[in-house]
């Protein structure tokens, strides 16, 4: 059997937030706790839960944006969880990340085509002349025009502010591209032309996603698998279709529970909405036992005490519950 391109083995990572200088007052976010996946060759995997879950954290620790606080990072069979930069360096070209606002992510100052170029003269040993034929080759790939390649990034909308982006990270040819909320600052009708895009570019390029959002709606569509996080941690993993038919976690429960039913029929099945107490609890101070209690409609006594791991739950799915709501299957 092929061995994952990335396989994540218990990764934490934490943050010290207050002053430097004192330990009083210093307090340490939990951001990312203990996660465990495999991403496979060719695959999207979906990270999916509410704001300041975690999954942005996570993708960023993946591609070493971050220091891990703990655990493992294998990228196609190598550990590159504590290298450091420079012995990173030879890795980089092939974890790329595509950022949720493409105005932030680009220089104001720059040709757009200067900006898709820069990867490609810091990382590969092309000639002048051949990145500009590989920028123009990238500005087709991801729709641009090749008269676009002068222009300045305020000269272009949102939608080809993300294409550019995209151009970016695809142009050393990656093996993984993690896309953290890469359409949630666009319209309705743009994101379905990004997401289009994004599919497109894995079938011709062989490219392996992770793609972080909050909007469950968004991730079905792009991904073959989800895990679903929640306070850090994942509480649910597994084919995108069987998880969302039937979730096994409470909380995926909640979170399908609320993206809209497309029915032409206006006697059709509704799905009931399942609204949650209270709000996400503070990574500061994450609650004992499962983290997702305080919330939880069907939480036990066992619940506020004893966390539950991630545990097999039916053909390629965990789930971290005692009591999840439906049967493996
Ligand atoms: Fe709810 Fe308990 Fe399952 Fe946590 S372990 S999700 S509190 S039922």
Redo the contacts with the bound molecule.
Sequence with gaps: MNKPLLEVRGLSKRFAIGSRFSSEGRRIVHAVDNVSLTVEHGETLGLVGESGCGKSTLGRSIVRLYDLTGGQLLFDGQDIGTRSLKALRPLRPRMQMVFQDPSASLNPRRRVGDLVAEPLRLHSRMSRAEIRTRVAELFKLVGLLPDQIERYPHEFSGGQRQRVGIARAIALNPDLVVLDEPVSALDVSVQAQIVNLLADLQEKLGLTYIFIAHDLSVVRQVSSRIAVMYLGSIVEEGPAEALMAAPA???SQALISAVPVVTTDAGGARRQRILLAGDVPSPLAPPSG?R??PR?P???DR?RTDR?ELRPHGPGRRVA???PVTEPG
């Design positions: 976690h409470p909380y499962c997702f209690h939880c069907v939480a036990q619940c539950p519950c005692h009591f």
